[in-house]
């Protein structure tokens, strides 16, 4: 009760409350405009969340985060843009459904459905914490070592199709994030004595030019456009009726974003595409799917929206980030000394339960926001593409100027927004890289703590925790060929 | 389904092939390097010593990269006539990422004014000058290109106080006016 009462008094805090109404209102604006993304806004406003208290920073970013794909859904049903990448799936039911004069109740239904996605995963989270209290403290330098290896080989056993490429981009950010001097005994690696070299590549920097540089040069570079959405005539709160008229559709698919969202390297892409095709095994009209079907905007829309809060819990219990919104957190966690991982919830428990009150309220008042705005919210959409280029190049130039005022991080920057725009263009994924860098640096850094207390290659998996890991490991990657053999066999 | 289609499906994205081989042949050259780059210590063990996370790095991009280089390679081999339009694709594909080189050159330029003009008024003529680059040329969104920058600086330098030094033509101004501009603007 003490931690509870201690928790309420950090998130009824007028700091935190402004925090949240902006973050939330901020990441649904920010998700609406088709192009920007929470990636991008988070990369941006990560260094000024610095001079905040961490509650006030982080609750800043998880309202970009958790409400930036209620704002998505926006552009993806009225104009067939999905507004951040993972409502690409909202769009097959979405637009359908507006193309028959039915965009009010699309919205409507795609709002309640990410309202019930997301309070079904804080729920989880909250059900789940005496769990991870628990379990935590049992992680030592050798389970984080294996749990941030399975992150890295899930990365690359999702991307389907391009597995090469993401093992590729892992190993491309591995190799970045060792430039500089190394943590143990400070030796320089790979800085060709040169000294702005010596304090390595951050991690920032590279975040701000993959995500945001290199949108902004494509969006400048793209031919100009500024569409054109249908008015919406009804109203906005029927929708939470009819998704819980279909209590199994949301229930599966909140399920699927948490299980995908927990997961580190899975995330919303998965839990969409086993939502939407549990939903569509389940329907009584299936043939509805990709043409308007209310199940399938319901599966993809509680999917997505409840990954943000699920992929929580491995950076909260054991600072592990699941994809590239939480690494940049991360981040926010280190600048303030708090770290996360299996101390975090014995030591601070009051913090994290002010994270777990600051996502529920998020959701509220982001779906009052949409129920009451979502007309005003038209002229963004209308925003040219060109001119969303010129703001996100500006805002940019913020975000990486305000970490060391230095020009050599804003030519770093402007590099990884040129490699950022080569892997757009090749439709590359550019999360690995990220991932890569975070769980790379999390490896090195806990194997060799792990290392005097192995003498043999088998004490590295001799542990419960450590043998779970290691054995779901080999079952990804033995699944994986498997997998790729059936699919040979096939053709 | 036409001709173009079918390139399109099975061949490997414009300028692919080139990219795979320039970050393979990147990655060759700097793990070449590792004995020069990283300091290597007789008594540590292999996964200790600071070369290895750095050779994990570059050997898997020499290896992946490898195999993706050979898989592009046969699938340009594979289209055959079509090789034509893919050389004439990897081109224009290289241009558009050289046009890119632009705005690099636009961003750049605005880092190199801020220590001099300040933030509020690079901001300003960094917005404005772009905006017009990018055909917003109407007086109406010059001016909307203006309070946009106005917005920005107030919200970050003003706001959330985030770490922009003043401008030197700071320097030039009344002492109490230079302090609310460098904390302010």
Redesign the interface.
Known sequence: METLSAALDHVLSLQVLVALLIGSIGGVIIGAIPGVGPAVAIAILLPATFSLEPIVGLTLLLGVYGSSMYGGALPAILINTPGTAVNAMTTYDGYPMTKRGEAGRALSLAYSASFFGGIFAILALILLSPALAAVAPHFGSREIFLAALLGLVLVVVTHRGQHLVSLLLVCFGIFINTVGLEPVRYSKRYTFDQSWLSSGVDLIVVVLGLFALSQAFLLLLERDGAPKPPAIKTGMLGGLREVLRFPKVASASSGFGVIMGIIPGVGEFLAQFFAYSFAMKTSKKPEDFGRGSPEGLIACEAANNAVPPAAMIPMLALGIPGEALTAMMLTVFHVHNVIPGPALFQDQPDFVIALYISLLLLNVMVFIFLAVASKSLLRIVQIPTRYIGVMVLTLSFVGVYSLRNSAIDCLIAAAFGLLGLILRRLEWPIVPIILGMVLGGIMETKLRTSLPRIKEPWDLVNRPIAAVLFSLIVLAVVLHFWALYRSRIKR | MSRQDDVRKTAS?P??FF??LA?TVI?AI?LA?IGD???F?KRL?L??Q??F??A??????VL??A??AV?AWYKRRREGASGQDLQEQDLQ?MV??A???E??L???F???I??WAGYLAS?IL??MC??WR???RTTG?QAL?AG??VF?VVL?KSF??????GGAVYDLLPPDLQSFMAINF
């Not at chain 2, 994990?56 to 991009?61: A, D, E, S, Y």
């Open positions: 994205r300028g692919e990219f795979i970050l990655a700097l390097q780059q990283t300091k210590y063990k996964p200790t600071p070369g996370w750095p994990v790095g570059l050997g898997g991009m992946s990269g195999a993706l898989s594909e558009f990422i046009r890119a080189g705005f690099m636009w961003f750049m605005y880092v190199w801020t220590p901001t960094f917005v772009l905006a990018a055909g917003y969104m290109s946009l920058a920005i970050f959330l106080s985030v770490k922009i030094p």
